[in-house]
C-alpha cells in the first residue's frame, strides 16, 4: 500500500471527530500547507501528514458549546485545550492501529499531537511543520474570516493579532514567508473592502 492509499485510510477514519465547529476545512487546509512545507523544508511526509490530519481529532471530546473557552484570544479556559491533546492521542492511536501503520511512526506522530498547541518549543523538524502548518491555517482567507468572526473581533482587530504573532510564531523560514505574504494579502482585500464600502 502507498503513503498516499494509507494517509487516504486515515483520513476517512478521522473525518467523522472532523465534524466539529471549522475542524474539516482547518484540517484540510492545514494538509495542504503541510505538504508545501515538506517540499520546501524537508521532514518526513509519513509523519507530518498523518499527525496533521489527526492533531485535532480530539476536539470531538470537548463539547462544542467550550471550544472557544479554550482557544484564541478569549480563551479563559486553557486545560480545556490540553483535553483535545490527550484525547486526540488516543483517538490517533486508534486511527492508526487500525491501518496497521509502523508502531514506531505512530509514537513520533502521538507524540507532536500530544503538544501541538500546549508545548510552545519543537521537539524535531517534524514537529515544527506541524506546529507551522496548524497555525498558518490562521493566516489564510478562510482560516482569518472564520477567526475573527468566532473571536468577535473586527477585521482591523484581527489584522493586529495576525500582525502580533508573526515575529515569534513560527518555527520555519517558509512558514513565515508564507505567513508574512499571506497578512499583506489580508491587508489588501481589507483595504478594498473598506474603499468599496465608501470609508
Ligand atoms: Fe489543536
Ligand atoms: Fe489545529
Known amino acids: ?7 487516504k485510510q486515515i483520513y476517512q477514519l478521522a473525518e ?3 465534524k466539529t465547529r471549522f475542524n474539516e476545512v482547518h484540517t484540510q487546509m492545514s494538509m495542504q500547507l503541510a505538504y508545501d512545507l515538506l ?3 524537508g521532514g518526513q511526509e509519513d509523519i507530518v501528514i498523518p499527525a496533521i ?5 480530539g476536539w470531538h471530546k470537548v463539547p462544542a458549546a467550550l471550544h472557544l473557552k479554550a482557544f484564541g484570544p478569549n480563551a479563559t479556559s ?3 485545550n490540553r483535553t483535545h491533546e490527550r484525547e486526540g492521542v488516543r483517538l490517533a492511536g486508534r486511527i492508526l492501529k487500525e491501518v496497521h501503520y ?11 499531537i500530544d503538544g501541538h498547541d500546549s508545548r510552545k518549543e519543537s521537539i524535531s523538524l517534524n514537529d515544527s511543520l506541524v506546529k507551522d502548518a496548524d497555525k498558518l491555517w490562521r493566516f489564510t482567507h478562510t482560516g482569518f474570516h472564520i477567526d475573527h468572526q468566532r473571536f468577535e473581533e473586527t477585521v482591523a482587530d484581527g489584522l493586529d493579532r495576525l500582525r502580533k504573532y508573526l515575529p515569534g510564531w513560527f518555527f520555519t523560514d517558509t512558514a513565515h514567508q508564507i505567513a508574512k505574504e499571506e497578512l499583506q494579502q489580508r491587508e489588501r ?11
Open 1 to 7: 500500500m502507498n503513503d498516499s492509499t494509507v494517509f
Open 16 to 18: 467523522p471527530y472532523l
Open 39 to 41: 517540499t520546501a523544508e
Open 53 to 57: 490530519i489527526l492533531h485535532d481529532v
Open 78 to 80: 486553557p486545560e480545556l
Open 102 to 112: 509502523d508502531r514506531e511512526k505512530i509514537s513520533e506522530i502521538l507524540k507532536i
Open 189 to 199: 482585500e481589507a483595504e478594498n473592502d473598506s474603499r468599496l464600502a465608501g470609508n
